[in-house]
């Protein structure tokens, strides 16, 4: 039986939040069990639309369990850079000892293991997962240098792999690095590309998923023989990106300075408090949607007829009654995987 176009129109309004597989099943729950016998059309559109809001209801719930196991991650993830960084500040030692080293490296490769996990929430620069696939970070060759300060004017062209986009780059003599990182960055910033270097002058590059092919494949780059070997162009493929922590890890083995390590630790945890507000917002967003689903939900009494339906039906052995438990089965998804986490 195909639904009214009253019930149609219920359900382009309460059913569009939903995904494809609540938003079935919703409809299914609500149709006709028995060949030729109907549901009267405000009957079923008051169904789809309790039904909708529990559902919905489900669904922000489960995000919200997410969202607070994330912020636990976080959280955990914070005190232990933090007892990290207390650790290597010994009282009277300026320098990193082999054990030392040896130690930070042990406990961030452990900390990283588990916050690679799919449920911690955060991607490999401890920011927050989301809906969206995380932008693509590369890294260019010390080979390559763009930014320190050079006594000629330099042309730099650069060809963005197959994908037909270029970039010019106009270097002038005895311009500083941080003049030349902008001018980088406005060049690049033309082909919705993000540029920013370390202490090192190392330049990282990064690009959201709808421009990733244009760090994925080698880049052509000529130049005039300051910067860029004059002749043919140079063919230079990005290095994928470390995360924060294999960072931290890398760094350890070569850092003896303590202080200076400390403060690359403290970066790291400021990644994290930036984090944390990120979620702390989500999470504050949520539970609004969740009241605003609440006080748009009626008294229980159209569930509790749904369930006294469902009895009828498994009691009269419809030929239909199979089917709408499995459908009445489906509403109940998200909060089945809610209430197992």
Do not use: C
Not at 40 to 65: E, N
Not at 89 to 100: I, R
Not at 169 to 174: D, E, N, Q, T
């Amino acid at each position: 039986m195909q639904l009214s176009g009253a019930v149609d129109k219920v359900s382009n309004s309460a059913l569009t939040p939903l995904n494809a597989a609540d938003r079935a099943a919703v409809i299914k729950a609500v149709r006709a069990d028995d060949a030729g016998r109907t549901v009267p059309v405000s009957r079923q559109s008051r169904q789809i639309q309790v039904l909708s809001k529990w559902a919905m209801a489900a669904d922000v719930s489960k995000q919200l369990s997410q969202t607070d196991q994330t912020e636990r991650n976080i959280r955990q993830a914070y005190q232990a850079l933090e007892n990290l960084r207390r650790q290597l500040n010994t009282p009277g030692h300026s320098k990193l000892s082999v054990q030392q080293q040896q130690q930070a490296q042990q406990q961030l490769a452990q900390l990283e293991q588990k916050l690679l996990h799919k449920s911690s929430g955060l991607n490999a620069d401890l920011t927050p997962v989301s809906a969206q696939p995380a932008p693509l970070k590369a890294s260019l060759s010390h080979n390559i240098d763009l930014l320190s300060e050079r006594r000629q004017n330099e042309q730099v062209s650069i060809l963005l792999g197959r994908s037909g986009n270029a970039v010019s780059i106009s270097l002038p003599a005895g311009q500083s690095a941080e003049q030349n990182l902008h001018t980088v960055q406005q060049a690049f910033a033309r082909q919705q590309i993000s540029v920013g270097s370390d202490n090192q002058q190392q330049l990282y590059f990064s690009a959201e998923a709808r421009d990733a092919r244009k760090l994925q494949e080698p880049w052509l780059i000529s130049g005039q023989g300051v910067r860029v070997a004059a002749g043919n162009p140079v063919s230079v493929k990005l290095q994928a990106v470390d995360s924060t922590l294999a960072q931290l890890g890398k760094a350890a083995s070569t850092a003896d300075n303590v202080q200076a390590y400390s403060q690359q630790i403290q970066q790291a945890q400021q990644q994290l408090k930036d984090a944390l507000v990120k979620v702390q917002a989500q999470r504050t967003a949520l539970q609004a949607q969740l009241v605003a689903i609440s006080q748009s939900q009626s008294d229980n009494t159209e569930l509790n007829a749904l369930s006294q339906q469902l009895r009828i039906e498994m009691q009269s052995g419809s030929k239909s009654a199979v089917s709408v438990v499995m459908s009445q089965a489906n509403i109940t998804r998200s909060l089945v995987e809610f209430g197992l986490g």
